[in-house]
């Protein structure tokens, strides 16, 4: 159980750290701002 347990907690600070790399990168950023401003231009 403890052994599940910790494979989980592992698990999900590595898809974290891989949200936050793919959140920070240039392209998303660029093509976040780019929806943000479409939205706020209507």
């Known amino acids: 159980m403890e052994a599940r347990l910790s494979f989980r907690s592992v698990a999900a600070v590595g898809f974290a750290?891989?949200?936050?790399?793919?959140?920070?990168?240039?392209?998303?950023?660029?093509?976040?701002?780019g929806l943000v401003e479409n939205a706020l231009s209507y």
């Open 17 to 33: 750290g891989l949200l936050v790399t793919v959140l920070s990168s240039d392209t998303v950023q660029g093509l976040l701002s």
